[in-house]
């Protein structure tokens, strides 16, 4: 694979349009993607600064910086953004940027839908944001927003939130549906399905959890309007409602979300470590139907976040049970990573860093899942500080970690430059050591008993608390390098080869670099297909 | 700079405080009913199946990661494949989970099924407080956050550090709950409003008090003791306030206590039917105020514009008393039914509502209160 024999494809007319309109009008899957990541890396950066007054109030003990009301809608607000707005939409660029060169396709099947999808994310964002400034101020009722807390008992501007929040649903299920089409009908005729890669398995079953789950998302805050609005009592007892109903359809969407999550960032993670351990991948096929498993799973345990809520115990033991399951096809893809490195001949570049630390650190995050698994342990664990470690370790470590591996490991391709390689290797022990020093001190709070979502804590809670906020402000810091190294590579980046990686498998990497504006108008042949495949 | 010396300090401090070093806990601890002792051996059991496997796996991938460098000259096999391999990392996780879900089942089992209580106590959750009803001795009352708390939460650290020495900042209460010793306790938990969460870690009880339902959960408190929890599920701007202390004592004292409560209440009524005098129905709703009404509508009685309705010149302070009366009693909205208060209670709070911030409301007697209801 040359860049010669790829540059007959390349060699196509017209290229982007001149000026800031080219952005609006776009209707190429590597202008969204770009878009999507930049929207992604703001909203990152606004839910982390909300993040560090979070940290910065729990610093010591007292108020000294927000009133309580303030303080939960930061809360609120950061786990929004975040999920929203940071690791959803960055999924999603990525999915633009990859999934057409990796499938030989030369764009999305839907591109005018694609242009409207992401249109619309900065509009919702923009509202959901605007909140802060209404009277009665943002959204204060956690990111789960549990009725009646978010219906009866909330301010004016959740009706904004809930129209923010189906636009952001439109925005994901409309990706999704362009994600299924482009596989399913864009990809080389010559490509099986057992030949896809692992980004592009895991992209797809993703997406069927995004249909599945983000109309269940829209029925509850449709619920919650009209409980608001319009006098139903869905939700509400007075009524003959039940606010526990609520939390079962929250979390009929919210435990796919999670996956919606994580899926595509086992996906880099699998094209990473081969590379890096110059060896196949170990189990290609186990692993595509290790994540089909976990989708499964995903939609028949959601009530394990509601041990409390008075279930019966027949449903107690039922959901305990299925949330056990889940360890095994997300152990066999950790032990198919470990397998992968076994006997390899490593080299450690930063892509290969954030993989690393992702598979030891979600790992973490999965033991402690295990453990909140267990309904009886649950009782203690739940809704303290113990669940924030458990999150942030497989969301920061797990998905955001996905997302920052794949972007060392593609921008050489996306921006025809390369990085800086020792910054960014600082930058990847710097980020790896602050973020322990935050998250791990959690596990700690949440077994003394430190309830999670409150602004103030008793003083046996004071020094843990204090080294979270210090790892806290040095995590947040740390994302002001990584723009950095993003920006300078970009700028002044040395020019990167073709394959960047010397060992990368995978149809991307056939494409000359820089890359044209539109690649793969020739579909690549069986041969081309067979030699990129990731078990070959 | 400053950020570091501020983290030399509290290294010192670490390193040289007692109060606080000796308080931090790594670990969950054991409780005093069987349950929670129950439930520390299973999260125990747990956490070193976790580390087991922790050894096992990320052994394998450090061992590598040390001995398959390219950088020592490793070679790369090309194994890519086994189906032997996936049968055993997929089966042995399997046994390993059901010999964890065997106990865990047993002890969900223990918790959730209970045939027969010694007594009933009725918790009810409110924003932001707890109220208590004993229904069998007729005792019923509200338990707030200890106003030596609610006082220092913008002081000083030393003056938090006062109240912790004194019983714990943030987990002291102006009224406690009390229960006897080695005695099956069953507990109805509902709310008022919004979802609330009763959570006595040394009882293992955790149980969401939702709003128009009743939840039921039980405990056995085998040892003496003042034990301390919080609400453990987010209800709003003061969820962080509104803590919950148990007196665990013995079943003597405990008869005492009732004694002393019942007594207390037929004296309490007594006062309802006297005439008060303006100060001492303003300064006994202060007390009132502060515990109960000054969470929303604040100490200074401003409120929170677009939330949390002003107490100074309202319509509703300065106007006619029959609608603040029915308002406090029985709610409104987001404002919550005040009616478990006793009357004295009621009138003191609303004269006082109604005398200060500059107001020029009439004063209400505690008769006024009794025909109002």
Avoid at chain 1, 4 to 12: L, S
Avoid at chain 1, 108 to 122: D, E, G, H, T, V
Avoid at chain 1, 313 to 335: D, H, N, Q, R, S
Avoid at chain 1, 487 to 507: E, F, Q, T, Y
Wanted: aromatic share 14%; net charge negative; glycine share 8%.
């Amino acid at each position: 694979m040359s860049s010669t024999t790829t540059a007959a494809y390349d060699d196509h007319g017209h290229g982007p349009e001149k000026g800031l309109l080219r952005w609006v009008k776009t209707t190429n899957h590597k202008d969204i993607g770009t878009l999507y990541m930049w929207f992604a890396f703001s909203m990152l950066l606004i839910g982390g600064a909300l993040a560090m007054g979070i940290r910065a109030e729990l610093l010591q003990p007292g108020l000294q910086l927000f009133e309580p009301q303030f303080y939960n809608q930061l809360t609120t607000m950061h786990g929004l953004i975040m999920v929203f707005g940071a690791i959803m939409p960055a999924f999603v660029g990525l999915a633009n940027w990859l999934i057409p060169m990796m499938v030989g396709a030369p764009d999305m099947a839907l591109p005018r839908m694609n242009n409207w999808s992401f249109w619309i994310l900065p509009f919702a964002g923009a509202i959901l944001l605007s909140t802060f400034f209404m009277e009665g101020g943002a959204p204060a009722f956690g990111w789960t927003f549990y009725a009646p807390l978010s219906t009866t008992f909330a301010p004016d501007s959740t009706d904004f939130f809930i129209f923010a929040i189906h636009l952001l649903g439109f925005s994901s299920i409309m990706g999704a549906i362009n994600i299924i089409a482009t596989v399913l009908n864009m990809k080389a005729p010559e490509m099986r399905l057992m030949d896809m890669p692992l980004f592009v398995w895991t992209w797809l079953i993703t997406s069927f959890l995004l249909i599945g789950a983000m109309p269940v998302l829209a029925g509850a805050v449709t619920m919650m309007l009209t409980d608001r609005n319009f006098g139903t009592a869905f939700f509400d007892a007075t009524g003959g409602g039940d606010p526990v109903m609520f939390q079962h359809i929250f979390w009929f969407f919210g435990h796919p979300e999670v996956y919606i999550m994580i899926l595509p960032a086992f996906g880099i993670i699998s094209h990473i470590i081969p590379t890096f351990a110059r060896k196949p991948l170990f189990g290609y096929s186990s692993m595509v139907y290790a994540t089909a498993s976990i989708a499964f799973l995903s939609y028949i345990v959601w009530a394990h976040h509601m041990f409390l809520t008075g279930m019966p115990v027949a449903g107690e033991l039922y959901f305990m049970y299925a949330t056990m399951l889940i360890a095994v096809p997300t152990g066999v893809k950790v032990f198919n990573w470990v397998a992968t490195m076994w006997r390899g001949s490593m080299t450690f570049e930063t892509p290969m860093l954030w993989s690393l630390a992702f598979v030891f650190l979600f790992t973490i995050g999965g033991f402690s899942g295990l453990m909140l698994g267990i309904a009886p342990a649950d009782i203690q664990y739940h809704d303290t500080y113990f669940v924030v470690a458990h999150f942030h370790y497989v969301l920061v470590t797990g998905a955001l970690w996905g997302i920052i591996a794949a972007v060392f490991y593609w921008l050489p391709k996306w921006t025809g430059r390369m990085y800086n390689e020792p910054l960014a290797k600082f930058h990847f022990w710097w980020s790896l050591i602050s973020v322990n020093v935050t998250f791990f001190p959690q596990h700690f709070l949440g077994l003394a008993g430190m309830p999670r979502r409150i602004p103030d804590y008793a003083l046996q809670f004071a020094d843990f608390n204090f080294v979270s906020s210090i790892g806290a402000f040095s995590f947040g810091l740390s994302f002001l390098l990584f723009t950095y190294i993003v920006v300078d590579c970009i700028r002044n980046g040395k020019p990167a080869d073709a394959r960047p990686w010397a060992s990368a498998k995978g149809l991307e990497w056939t494409l000359a670099t820089p890359l044209a504006y539109h690649t793969f108008d020739v579909p690549p042949t069986r041969a081309e297909i067979l030699a990129e495949s990731q078990h070959s | 700079m400053k950020l570091l010396f501020k983290l030399t300090g509290a290294f010192t401090t670490l390193l040289s405080s007692k109060s606080v070093l000796a308080e931090y806990t790594l670990n969950m601890t054991k409780g005093v009913t069987d349950i929670s002792n129950d439930i520390w051996s299973l999260h125990m059991m747990v956490f070193w199946v976790c580390v087991a496997i922790g050894v096992v796996v990320f052994g394998a991938m450090f061992y590598s990661i040390i001995a398959h460098r390219k950088s020592k000259g490793a070679k790369a096999a090309h194994f890519h494949e086994s189906t032997t391999v996936e049968f055993l990392w997929t089966g042995i996780p399997i046994l390993i989970l059901i010999a964890m879900a065997i106990p865990a089942s047993k002890t969900l089992i223990d918790i959730e099924v209970l045939d027969k209580a010694d007594m009933t106590i009725k918790v009810t959750g409110m924003q932001w407080k707890w109220q208590y009803d004993y229904p069998e001795e007729g005792i019923s009352f509200v338990s707030n956050l200890a106003q030596s708390s609610r006082d220092v939460i913008k002081g000083t650290p030393e003056e938090r550090e006062a109240v912790h020495q004194e019983g714990g900042y943030l987990l002291s209460v102006d009224k406690h709950l009390v229960v006897p010793v080695d005695t099956t306790i069953r507990f109805l938990i509902t709310s008022n409003d919004v979802i609330h969460n009763w959570w006595v870690p040394a009882f293992g009880l955790k149980q969401d008090a939702n709003p128009g339902f009743i939840n039921d959960a039980w405990a056995k408190p085998n040892e003496i003791g003042t034990y301390r929890g919080q609400c453990a599920e987010l209800c709003g701007k003061d969820h962080g306030f509104m803590p919950i202390v148990v007196d665990v004592v013995s079943k003597a004292d405990y008869a005492v206590w009732v004694q002393a409560q019942q007594e207390e209440k037929v004296a309490e009524m007594e006062s309802a039917t006297q005439i008060w005098t303006e100060e001492d129905l303003v300064a006994r709703g202060e007390v009132v105020y502060n515990a109960n009404c000054s969470g929303c509508h604040q100490k200074d009685g401003k409120g929170i514009p677009g939330v949390f309705p002003a107490m100074v010149g309202s319509e509703v302070t300065n106007g006619p008393a029959d609608y603040q009366l029915n308002l406090v009693i029985n709610g409104m909205g987001g404002m919550p039914a005040f009616k478990m208060l006793s009357d004295s209670d009621l009138a003191s709070v609303i004269t006082y509502e109604r005398r200060s911030f500059g107001n020029n409301g009439s004063v209400v007697q505690p008769s006024d209160v009794t025909s109002a209801r």
